[in-house]
């Protein structure tokens, strides 16, 4: 197949794949096919879906893989400031996290029940607080959906090379490899990404429930464990006294293994019928899930006086001191370090599902509300991953620089999920309003009071950029909205004009062809323009006085009445002197009459050969699109490939 080069004035198109040749596309289409899957039909829509077995794993890996460093984020807080008290508090602190997962569990059970369409705190907000509330816990969203990538993946990086220390320094590349993975998996589709990322979310768990039990037996049975790490010694153990400021900084970084719980109220569709029931014991799961992980992991620490340190997590020295560096040790840290990068799934799974309702509401590009080729939504996934990159990279792939900003935004929202869930069960009164009420009114003031302690303790640890970040994409969620207002009202069309439009009569069509010589191209033009109407002038630019001459000559030896308008330019100006006279009062058109500029383009065979042809008619054809009542047409001319002579040039 040829390559498109250039019109009568020279327009180089993009080249096609074929100079690659057959065997080579045929490989690359099959090596796509084979990593990112086979296209699916629409009504494999109703196969696409998660049962609860696949589907908590996949929503909840976001929450139950928080328990790898959640704990771990509290101590950070409270070992330098407050020494071995830490470890009277960090239990309580963990206590009140667990009771407020509690009432988030039942909150969004509730959210499930009434809003069973998916959309979360989005939909909840812009049903019952309005839009601006709704734009709002979707910007923070978002936001938490993004840090949700970049924590996880950095989080699961550093498990990483905590069992292979030598690769630390290679820790940013390593987190773009997890990220691009990711990507891969979630764009083969929603079934089978659920099957993809769950079996190492249950392997995580067995291996944590393994690690607790093991843990505690060990410490309570007199066996001698010891928590060695070399580094650990270089943090400081402080002796100040125990303020409420240093609690409420401890409970914000602990609140991380909270993120999450959002996911499965906005995947709701994604389940099996009946969606909502199964979506509600989904959440059940998760909530024993983190009980018993995030429980017993904060129970560890503090029976092994756990002191964090840069070089080994809080859950590495853990499994080492109850395993031994051996085969166990390197399991957990295997099933940590894949569940932390698999967290980032939930994200995955929630943010393209998210951005494609509000897509669907005008507030964010309507491409992100197209299904792909999985039928899942391939441009949110990509979106995403692009993000998430960008801050890995900002961020050098620090988890500790990152989870400053994590826990805002996702609190933000859900306060305005449960505010909105209060007003909704105060309008409705439906059957059990008033316990219900209780529940998510309840959720709206624990997470208001989680929302303002995070915002407050960690503003100056960089949380302030999401303060700054919201009100910036709420800005343009509004931008859209408008642009896409201003272009419906300018393509509507009344309904009185539609009853007044004369489409069997139309205006008449005057065709130009701006031509540099006269040539088969030419000729094909010309005959392609007849066609369609009698309106049709050839025009040329003569740049200098008898340039044109062997034009003239060549176009009197036509059989034709077509009007060959030349125009003199000493200043080579093609483009400049079409508009002149496309605007002047010589040329036949009348206001309203359609213009179409045709261009003749012929397509090389060999892709080099589009630099040896210049581009003066791509210069024309954008020109021309911003005249009103002009039509830009290219009319392709395929050229074969070069023909080897057997004579020589001299020889003629």
Request: aromatic residues 10%; glycine residues 6%.
């Amino acid at each position: 197949m040829p390559v498109p080069v250039e019109t009568g004035y020279g327009i180089p198109a993009e080249p096609t794949q074929d100079w690659l040749g057959k065997e080579v596309i045929v490989l690359l289409r099959r090596l796509i096919q084979w990593i990112f899957g086979k296209s699916l039909k629409n009504d494999r829509l109703s196969t696409e879906k998660y049962s609860v077995l696949w589907g908590m794993p996949l929503l909840a890996s976001d929450a139950i893989s928080s328990v790898a460093y959640a704990v771990e984020e509290m101590l950070w807080v409270l070992i330098p400031v407050v020494g071995a008290a830490s470890f009277l508090w960090m239990p309580r602190i963990a206590i009140a996290i667990l009771g407020l997962l509690l009432i988030l569990t039942f909150s969004y059970r509730h959210v499930v029940e009434a809003y069973p369409n998916g959309g979360g705190a989005y939909i909840v907000a812009r049903e019952n607080l309005g839009p601006l509330y709704s734009l709002i816990a979707g910007a923070s969203l978002a936001v938490g959906y993004i840090l949700t990538v970049a924590v996880s993946v950095c989080a699961g990086t550093i498990a990483f090379t905590s069992a292979v220390p030598v690769l630390n320094p290679y820790r940013v590349g390593i987190a773009m490899i997890f990220v691009i993975l990711l990507v891969i998996g979630n764009v083969r589709g929603v079934r089978e990404s659920s099957r993809l990322f769950s079996l190492p979310t249950y392997a995580f768990i067995l291996a944590v429930v393994a690690l607790v039990i093991v843990g505690a037996v060990k410490y309570y049975t007199g066996y001698n464990t010891v928590i060695s790490a070399p580094a650990a010694t270089q943090i400081p153990i402080g002796t100040q006294a125990v303020t409420l400021f240093i609690l409420l900084a401890a409970f914000s970084s602990g609140c991380s293994a909270l993120t999450g719980v959002e996911a499965i109220s906005n995947a709701v569709p994604n389940f099996e019928d009946p969606a909502p029931q199964k979506a509600k014991l989904t959440y059940l799961l998760l909530a024993a899930a983190i009980v018993v992980c995030f429980g017993g992991i904060a129970y560890l620490t503090k029976l092994y006086q756990v002191i964090p340190n840069p070089e080994l997590t809080v859950m590495a020295q853990i499994s080492r001191a109850v395993f031994g560096p051996g085969i166990m040790f390197y399991f957990i840290q295997a099933t940590t370090t894949i569940i932390l990068a698999m967290a980032a799934n939930t994200a995955f799974a929630g943010f393209p599902t998210l951005l494609s309702i509000i897509a669907q509401d005008g507030y964010a590009p309507r491409q992100l509300a197209l299904r792909g080729h999985r039928l899942n939504y391939t441009n949110g996934i990509g979106f995403l991953a692009f993000l998430a990159i960008l801050l890995i990279i900002i961020f050098r792939a620090d988890t500790h620089l990152l989870i400053a900003l994590y826990a805002v935004g996702v609190f933000a929202a859900f306060t305005l999920s449960q505010a909105g869930m209060l007003v909704h069960w105060l309008r409705t009164k439906s059957e059990g309003w008033r316990h219900k009420a209780l529940i998510n009114g309840l959720g709206a003031v624990t997470t208001l009071i989680a929302t303002i302690v995070v915002g407050v303790t960690k503003f100056t640890q960089g949380a302030w950029i999401v303060f700054v970040v919201v009100p910036l994409i709420i800005m343009i969620m509004y931008g859209i909205k408008r642009h896409y207002q201003s272009v419906a009202q300018q393509l509507d069309v009344p309904n009185d004009l539609l009853k007044t439009l004369d489409l069997d009569n139309p205006r008449p069509n005057h065709v130009i062809i701006p031509v540099d010589s006269l040539n088969s191209m030419v000729i094909k033009a010309l005959r392609y323009a007849s066609s369609i109407t009698t309106h049709v002038e050839v025009f040329h630019v003569e740049p200098y006085e008898g340039e044109a001459d062997k034009l003239r000559r060549k176009w009197g030896m036509l059989n034709t009445e077509v009007p060959l308008i030349i125009k003199e330019s000493p200043y080579r100006d093609v483009v400049g002197s079409l508009i002149k006279y496309i605007d002047s009062e010589e040329h036949a058109s009348k206001p309203g009459d359609i213009i179409t500029v045709l261009l003749p383009q012929f397509f090389v065979y060999k892709w080099y050969h589009v630099l040896l042809h210049n581009n003066t008619s791509i210069f024309i054809a954008r020109a021309m699109l911003n005249k009103h009542n002009v039509v830009v047409s290219v009319l392709p001319f395929y050229l074969k490939e070069s023909v080897k002579k057997k004579s020589r040039i001299g020889d003629r």
